[in-house]
């Protein structure tokens, strides 16, 4: 008799925790060719409210961190995924329906981003910020920030690579981030986040939801404790991309607007996923004896 | 105390000009309005100024037309080198108009003319100065060098000269046309400026001064053909803009309200502080988007600090803006003050203790004394709200960590200021600050190469040095 595998539950990431949605709701994950493969989270409008406050506590300590530091942990990240290749090509064979040589080409381009990534953590002040020459006796310094929380609605088409490509950007610069998976391709984000839960990144950086967008964007969109949105997750519908901008002004979140249509994951990201999350703060002070 | 009786020292307004009505300044000239017209006012004798024009929205469409045009035609396709050069020469004429641009803005708002003389022109002269250079270097910024098309500009009553030159010379250093709708209780530095452009022959169309309301500006910004938006104002108002492009390609910059902790350490060099706390709050009759309206003085230092602070508030000369003596000017509108008063009320009620300066305050316009607030804690109106009016709330602290909870413990994001002479606490309280500005051991400073803009609530992007740039280019690094 042919031994029975054992298959895992696939929760939601909140806090460093795998917990199920409180709301005790799955839905059912089908492969490229619509089989059943897992039921999945199916994420509440209390399971966001949760991932923001844990975004939040997580933020001071992250920020904080030395920039040399969240380099190391991101290029660690990169490490782990490396680590566990036939899961992750297993896991786009299945929900992306490639072979396993463009899996693995797609989890090449996912890892080496986030080895780009990590070698930002430390540039980004010296290529983004300004000593700026005042007319006066005064120092004066611009220099960036993380925004703070910031709300990421993952592609719907590209899993890993496209994930990874919108989450990177977010932490590298010390922001923390809830990042809700593709609706119908949420498998690999989930390995994703047990990758995020063993290479060094504190609890709480990234918090990852599952489930439909109908009951977590508008809760994101619209909370007070979020700084940023990125609707990349919305490309092509702008209908909801529109809904969500007006929900975001309530607190004037940073809003990252949807794309026409999904991008082209290849392509050299350029740097305006870590600047759209930044804030430039100058600070002044007199120059005397 | 004993102090020098001053004399009256008045500037002279026969340098200016003033018309009985105004019209809007499109494609180059002054044309009639379609809508009704309005008065301005002088906030310090309640005379009627002028009778300005109130673009409707035909008229702004006319305006966003006549940039559109330019833009595509002249001013978008003209080397920086040569943008560059009317950049300069606006910033000459400011300079050489400077007299009269600061006597103008001084009757039309109330500020005083020492402010109006030393702070608002020349550094509205400078941020054409400094733009100016930039135009023709654009590929070095790191946004590109491709303008993004016809600005819609939308600014405030407090600083009406410099307002318009943070949003007029970068967007014209980059490439674009504007239209820009000055307040209206303050449009008449706007339409000088309007008559500069002529002077320096800027082709007609590039830049388009439309005065008018909030409904003016409602049209404005979400006018189809707009570009780009920039706003200055209250956050109220930028939510309502923000909801209004959502869904649309357009560009936004909202530079918002603030309500900034002005935060006074134990060891900080007194008589300083309290120049600065005074120059935080009192400068320009508090009416500042990033004004130090919250002190939060270390308590073992509170009762000293707040006995300097009084001594020296009733030093201040207020009156006259036109008087070069004179420290605090009227208050901008009725409007404005009856705000001030109903916030102030609103802090007595809840508990809050009222100390005023003493001084006479003058018959006519709208005046307000400095005034401060005791016994003031963070649940408390006048600690969570802007005033915009000369009005500080003092609350106390023990440790960093208290100063620092306390300061971040709002909605808003704009600026800070830190009073030490400990380095290591100054770049500790800088770092944990969440505002865009932190002022240490200074403060309500303000440069063409400094990026200035909020953090949270007091909105988003920067006007000022290279990250001013950012709004106005299309580059695909928005960095």
Redesign the interface.
Same mark, same amino acid.
């Given at each position: 008799m042919s031994r029975i595998d054992v298959r895992k539950t696939y929760k939601l990431f909140i806090g460093g925790q795998f917990p199920r949605s409180e709301s005790g709701h799955s839905y059912e994950v089908l492969d490229s060719r619509g089989r059943f493969v897992a039921n999945a989270a199916l994420a509440s409008r209390k399971d966001a409210r949760d991932a923001v406050v844990a975004a939040r506590k997580a933020f001071p300590g992250w920020s904080g961190r030395t920039a040399y530091n969240r380099g190391q942990v991101v290029y660690r990240i990169a490490e782990v995924m490396e680590d566990r290749r036939p899961q992750f090509v297993e896991a786009l064979r299945r929900g992306e329906g490639r072979t396993s040589a463009a899996a693995g080409k797609v989890l090449d381009g996912a890892i080496d981003r986030l080895v780009w990534y990590a070698g930002w953590a430390d540039k980004l002040a010296q290529?983004?910020g300004?000593a700026?020459?005042?007319? &006066?006796p005064?120092f004066?310094l611009?220099t960036p920030e993380p925004?703070g929380v910031v709300a990421v609605l993952a592609p719907r088409e590209s899993s890993l690579l496209g994930l990874v490509s919108v989450v990177a950007p977010v932490i590298v610069s010390g922001n923390t981030v809830v990042v809700t998976a593709s609706p119908d391709r949420p498998l690999p984000a989930v390995t994703f986040a047990e990758v995020l839960a063993t290479s060094d990144v504190p609890a709480g950086v990234v918090n990852l939801l599952t489930g439909s967008l109908d009951r977590t964007a508008a809760t994101l969109a619209s909370h007070m404790d979020v700084?940023a949105i990125d609707l990349t997750g919305l490309a092509a519908d702008?209908e909801q991309?529109?809904?969500l901008?007006?929900e975001?002004?309530?607190?004037?979140k940073?809003v990252r607007?949807a794309p026409a249509a999904e991008p082209d994951w290849s392509e050299d990201p &350029?740097?305006?996923r870590?600047?759209?999350v930044l804030?430039?703060?100058?600070?002044?002070?007199?120059i005397g004896v | 105390m004993s102090t020098f009786e001053y004399a009256p020292a008045p500037e002279s307004r026969s340098i200016v000009d003033i018309a009985p009505s105004y019209g809007l300044f499109v494609n180059g000239e002054f044309v009639d309005g379609h809508g009704h017209s309005f008065k301005s006012i002088s906030p310090s004798t309640e005379e009627v100024l002028a009778e300005i024009a109130e673009a409707d929205e035909t008229d702004v469409d006319l305006a966003v037309r006549a940039a559109r045009r330019a833009h595509s035609r002249v001013w978008g396709r003209m080397p920086g080198k040569e943008r560059a050069k009317y950049l300069f020469r606006i910033a000459r004429i400011i300079q050489e108009r400077g007299r009269e641009l600061a006597v103008l803005e001084s009757i039309d708002n109330g500020k005083p003319i020492k402010e109006t003389r030393d702070v608002d022109v020349p550094i509205a002269a400078a941020h054409f100065f400094y733009y100016a250079g930039w135009a023709d270097k654009l590929e070095y910024s790191g946004y590109g060098t491709e303008s993004v098309g016809v600005a819609g500009q939308v600014i405030p009553w407090n600083f009406p000269l410099l307002m318009l030159s943070w949003k007029i010379a970068p967007a014209l250093a980059c490439g674009n046309t504007v239209v820009l709708k000055p307040a209206e209780t303050t449009p008449l530095t706007a339409l000088l400026f309007a008559e500069i452009c002529q002077q320096a022959d800027l082709p007609p169309g590039v830049v388009n001064i439309i005065t008018g309301a909030g409904e003016t500006g409602r049209a404005l910004v979400s006018h189809p053909d707009v570009d780009k938006v920039a706003f200055t104002g209250s956050t109220e108002v930028g939510r309502s803009i923000a909801r209004s492009v959502a869904g649309t390609s357009k560009r936004v910059t909202l530079e918002l309200g603030g309500k900034a902790a002005n935060i006074v350490f134990d060891d900080a060099p007194v008589d300083q502080a309290v120049e600065g706390i005074v120059n935080g709050i009192f400068f320009n009759q508090g009416h500042v988007c990033c004004a130090g309206s919250r002190l939060l003085v270390q308590e073992s230092v509170a009762d000293d600090v707040l006995d300097r602070l009084k001594r020296r508030m009733s030093t201040l000369r207020v009156g006259d803006p036109l008087d070069k003596n004179t420290d605090v000017g009227a208050i901008n509108s009725a409007e404005q003050l009856a705000k001030i008063r109903e916030l102030s009320a609103i802090g007595e009620d809840e508990g809050a203790e009222r100390w005023a300066a003493p001084c006479e305050l003058p018959e006519h316009g709208f005046w307000f004394p400095p005034t401060l607030f005791t016994g003031v804690t963070q649940a408390h109106r006048i600690a969570r709200e802007e005033i915009f009016g000369p009005v500080l709330s003092v609350l106390t602290f023990r440790t960093p960590s208290e100063a620092i909870e306390k300061a971040n413990n709002t909605p808003y994001g704009l600026s800070a200021g830190v009073w030490t002479d400990k380095g290591s606490r100054i770049l500790k309280m800088a770092g944990a600050l969440r505002a865009g500005v932190v002022w240490a051991n200074t403060f309500n400073k303000f440069d063409p190469t400094s990026p200035f803009g909020g953090y949270k609530e007091s909105g988003y992007g920067r006007e000022g040095g290279r990250h001013g740039l950012a709004g106005y280019l299309k580059g695909e690094a928005r960095r």
């Open positions: 290529v983004v300004n700026n020459p005042v007319a &006066g005064f004066n611009s925004t700084n702008a991309a529109t809904a901008e007006v975001a002004a309530a607190n004037l940073r607007r &350029g740097l305006d870590m600047t759209d804030e430039t703060k100058t600070v002044w002070h007199p | -």
